[in-house]
């Protein structure tokens, strides 16, 4: 006797909250900042001086590597010089946490419940989403352990920040930082 169990796997992104009218762009997030947090909006800004104020929020985790260093290190030379490798670490540490609370306030802002539900979803499948909300739990009914949530979930736990990423690391922004240095000396 064989028993055959048919169940689907989605790979849902931010389209799947866009089509359920959510606010969830990153464009949304920076009309968020701009509105309720004005002085870390143009301290973002400030970190990427790039022409277009919305060439950020376009690709917003792929620019996140695209911090101005030359421009930060121009406008604070003399303080970076005398910054060690682990207080400039700590710097972009520091960014990076405010930058996170700053979006898990604006995530716990979405309003879930006023969307509505118009698709067939299992709750008997699985689900792996890189979205930040809770639209499968709250309006779809499917059970927390058939959802992997790639980023967390900040809107069903409080204390935890959602995973927001670049690509870089330490070592590549010490090498910009160094490259920078040798043009300026």
Known sequence: MTISIKMKLY???NGFDRAHQ??????DFARYLNES???AYQRIGLL??????NWLWKDYEANLSNIDIDGCVEKR???????SRHEIENLFDTLYHDLQ????DWINTIYVDGCMDFLNLSPDDYYITFNYTNVLERKYHIPRNHICYIHNDTSNQPYLRPVIGHGEGY????TRVLLHQERVT
């Open 77 to 83: 030379i003399d303080n970076w010089n005398t910054l």
């Open 11 to 13: 790979i849902i992104g």
């Open 101 to 104: 609370q700053l979006f898990h």
């Open 48 to 53: 990427y001086n790039h022409s277009d104020e």
């Open 171 to 174: 070592k590549q922004i010490e």
């Open 37 to 39: 947090q004005p002085e």
């Open 22 to 27: 959510l606010p969830t762009s990153y464009s």
